[in-house]
């Protein structure tokens, strides 16, 4: 009588005969039991279903905020960076000029689902590109598919600000950022720091839960060990993190003249 020992570096591809997850069960796991989800992913990627949940929960949240978007906080916010970088600036220029973007902030807010799309595809493009150049397996399909149900808790904090912003009654943009007060960078002021309120911003709660749920996916799906993986997603974000600040540090300068 013989025991089959399963092998422990077997590939999740390889495992045909486990039952697949289906998309509710998907969703619900990559929230809350990320290791079993993300391999049964990438077993079987799908990409259909969370995609069109994503661009409704796009819309959704847009048409919650859009009514209620506090677009004078916007303009003054456009017309104190203009007169920072210009103080010869007309009154009649400025207020053109607010025009134009607020009329481009409405017209964003309604497209910006579907650059979603766009930004989705350009993330599973390089984490996929990154983990090929690491020695990690893996196709497009499988990193799309992981990217999407990675993105839920970001995709949860769109929710909850529309929720936050509706229960207030108004939406200030320039505000977003330190709504939800997941962040640390609600304790400093934007105007005064903008290059520290840049950096904490991004070491929001739902942020740091989405790269962990990158890490396991990309992990499933690249049979490199999750130290690996989380070295290759943590090291992108960082190059994110410095491009961020680095644009915060740069208008900041303008600002000052």
Same mark, same amino acid.
């Given at each position: 009588?013989?025991?089959?020992?399963? +092998?422990?570096?077997?590939?999740?591809? *390889?495992?045909?005969?486990?039952?697949?997850?289906?998309? #509710?069960?998907?969703? *619900?796991?990559?929230?809350?039991?990320?290791?079993?989800?993300?391999?049964?992913?990438?077993? %079987? @990627?799908?990409?259909?279903?969370?995609?069109?949940?994503?661009?409704?929960?796009?819309?959704?949240?847009?048409?919650?905020?859009?009514?209620?978007?506090? &677009? +004078?906080?916007?303009?003054?916010?456009?017309?104190?960076?203009?007169?920072?970088?210009?103080?010869? /600036?007309?009154?009649?220029?400025?207020?053109?000029? !607010?025009?134009?973007?607020?009329?481009?902030?409405?017209?964003?807010?309604?497209?910006?689902?579907?650059?979603? !799309?766009?930004? &989705?595809?350009?993330?599973?493009?390089?984490?996929?590109?990154?983990?090929?150049?690491?020695?990690?397996?893996?196709?497009?399909?499988?990193?799309?598919?992981?990217?999407?149900?990675?993105?839920? @808790?970001?995709?949860?904090?769109? /929710?909850?600000? *529309?929720?936050?912003?509706?229960?207030?009654?108004?939406?200030?943009?320039?505000?977003?950022?330190?709504?939800?007060?997941?962040?640390?960078?609600?304790?400093? +002021?934007?105007?005064?720091?903008?290059?520290?309120?840049?950096?904490?911003?991004?070491? +929001?709660?739902?942020?740091? &839960?989405?790269? /962990?749920?990158? /890490? #396991?996916?990309?992990? *499933?799906?690249?049979?490199?060990?999750?130290? %690996?993986?989380?070295?290759?997603?943590?090291?992108?974000?960082?190059?994110?993190?410095?491009? %961020?600040?680095?644009? $915060?540090?740069?208008?900041? $300068?303008?600002? %000052?003249?």
């Amino acid at each position: 009588m013989t025991t089959e020992i399963s +092998d422990p570096t077997e590939s999740p591809t *390889a495992r045909q005969d486990v039952p697949t997850k289906n998309f #509710f069960q998907r969703l *619900a796991g990559a929230l809350f039991a990320p290791a079993e989800t993300f391999e049964d992913i990438a077993r %079987k @990627p799908d990409i259909v279903a969370p995609l069109i949940l994503l661009i409704a929960i796009g819309y959704l949240t847009t048409f919650l905020v859009m009514p209620i978007m506090d &677009w +004078d906080a916007m303009a003054n916010a456009q017309i104190e960076q203009m007169r920072a970088k210009n103080p010869n /600036i007309t009154e009649a220029d400025a207020e053109r000029m !607010v025009k134009m973007g607020m009329g481009m902030g409405k017209v964003m807010g309604w497209v910006g689902p579907f650059f979603a !799309v766009i930004w &989705w595809l350009i993330v599973a493009g390089v984490l996929l590109i990154a983990f090929r150049l690491f020695g990690g397996e893996g196709n497009f399909a499988q990193a799309l598919s992981a990217t999407l149900y990675a993105w839920l @808790p970001l995709t949860l904090f769109s /929710i909850v600000m *529309a929720i936050v912003a509706r229960a207030r009654g108004s939406f200030d943009p320039t505000q977003a950022a330190t709504m939800v007060k997941s962040n640390p960078a609600f304790l400093v +002021d934007l105007k005064e720091q903008p290059v520290l309120f840049s950096l904490l911003s991004s070491f +929001d709660l739902f942020t740091i &839960w989405t790269i /962990i749920l990158l /890490i #396991f996916g990309f992990a *499933a799906l690249s049979r490199l060990s999750k130290g %690996k993986s989380a070295a290759v997603v943590i090291s992108l974000w960082i190059v994110m993190l410095v491009i %961020k600040v680095g644009f $915060a540090t740069l208008g900041a $300068a303008m600002q %000052k003249g």
